[in-house]
Nanobody
Framework: QVQLVESGGGLVQAGGSLRLSCAASGLTFGTHAMGWFRQAPGKEREFVTAINWSGSSTYYADSVKGRFTISRDNAKNTVYLQMNSLKPEDTAVYYC?????????????????????WGQGTQVIVSS
């Protein structure tokens, strides 16, 4: 049984930083691309960032580019999301997700519908 467990969420002031972690079990972690998504109140879940199996390729939503960094440690079966310069509009529940694909490319960008494994989410609140 696949489990993705997020941690590291919380309340932070605008301009601050948080680091989210996602510990995976029950899957061959190093063969899956991983991603982070978020869902704000009253809004649909949206893509934030993704990383391929080796960590050599990363993708970001325009809204977080330059502020957020995704990384992974395959030895620890963990993916991270470093969030800097946080804004109130970053307030959301953040979800870790495991993709069904291993890698991405020009013709194969991250797609939410292909992520098969999901964590329970961790709340991030950014106060102004």
């Amino acid at each position: 049984q696949v489990q993705l467990v997020e941690s590291g969420g919380g309340l932070v002031q605008a301009g601050g930083s948080l680091r989210l972690s996602c510990a995976a079990s029950g899957l061959t972690f190093g063969t899956h691309a991983m991603g982070w998504f978020r869902q704000a109140p009253g809004k649909e879940r949206e893509f934030v960032t993704a990383i391929n199996w080796s960590g050599s390729s990363t993708y970001y939503a325009d809204s977080v580019k330059g502020r957020f960094t995704i990384s992974r440690d395959n030895a620890k079966n963990t993916v991270y999301l470093q969030m800097n310069s946080l804004k109130p509009e970053d307030t959301a529940v953040y979800y870790c997700a495991g993709d069904t694909v291993r890698d991405y490319g020009p013709l194969m960008l991250p797609q939410q519908r292909l992520f098969a494994y999901w964590g329970q989410g961790t709340q991030v609140i950014v106060s102004s």
